[in-house]
């Protein structure tokens, strides 16, 4: 299950699955940026006084356990990319630009803040408590389909000897099939992908298509091996008062993120 945790006028939300390691989905609420962009807004390029999202990382790093320093930001390019992270790239994104494109990444490295930015695609924070090893996946719809967070866990399999049955997972707020219209090339990217299991997961309403990316994403851990998944029951287009939502307002918002951090 999801849980939110409130402190003073910061909100985001942890998982029962996470329980041991230190993480959060941030919400839209609790930090110092102004109009548009009011108020916690992690998106390092979206407009934002530089100051304002550094302060935002020292808010919620207060709450969940880590720094500023600590983070590690990818180049998120709808890839299935997953990039192993030390601490050697602790920092990357909020105080020097990110040197590799990737939409996930992986560490077992104490003190490394790993980042997965949204603001309607997936979020998707792991978790090995036998070998200590975490990862944090964004997954657009491009994503989805290619299977990045099943990539995610072959790649702890493969860097840490992660036993995917050790793996825990959660699935955070995203857009929900409630509100994900598309045309059909999303629909058939993710049975191109996932065969027939895909298609509980996809409605037709007339011409157009909704797509339920949390339980495809869930299908693809589940098909890796992992079998403890908690999944967000929030859609972030249904709330924008409450989470930024490309779909409800374009390029005139900030970014969620989703951080995961091993002491």
Request: glycine fraction near 10%; hydrophobic fraction near 40%; include cysteine.
């Amino acid at each position: 299950m999801f849980h939110t945790v409130t402190v003073g006028k910061l909100e985001y939300s942890v998982a029962d699955s996470l329980a041991g390691v230190s993480h959060g989905f941030s919400t839209r609420l609790g930090g110092v940026s102004t109009g548009h962009l009011a108020s916690l807004n992690l998106g390092h390029h979206r407009g934002d006084d530089p100051e304002h999202v550094l302060e935002n990382y020292r808010i919620l790093g207060r709450a969940i356990g880590f720094t500023p320093e600590d983070t590690v930001f990818p180049m998120q390019r709808h890839t299935d990319i997953i990039r192993l992270v030390t601490e050697a790239q602790r920092g990357e994104g909020l105080f020097r630009e990110t040197a590799q494109v990737c939409d996930g990444q992986i560490t077992d490295r104490p003190g490394v803040a790993l980042v997965a930015f949204s603001a309607d695609c997936t979020p998707v924070l792991l978790y090995d408590p036998v070998r200590r090893a975490i990862g944090a996946v964004h997954a657009g719809w491009r994503g989805t389909a290619a299977g990045i967070a099943a990539k995610a866990v072959a790649a702890m399999t493969d860097a840490f000897g992660c036993r995917p049955e050790d793996i825990r997972a959660a699935i955070g707020p995203c857009i929900g099939k409630c509100c994900f219209e598309t045309d059909a090339d999303v629909p058939e990217a993710m049975v191109s992908a996932l065969g027939e299991k895909a298609r509980p997961a996809i409605e037709a309403r007339g011409e157009k298509f909704h797509v339920d990316l949390k339980a495809i994403n869930a299908l693809w851990l589940r098909e890796a091996g992992v079998a403890a998944i908690d999944i967000s029951p929030d859609c972030t287009a249904c709330d924008p008062a409450r989470y930024w939502s490309h779909r409800r307002v374009g390029d005139r918002r900030g970014s969620l993120a989703g951080i995961i951090v091993l002491k």
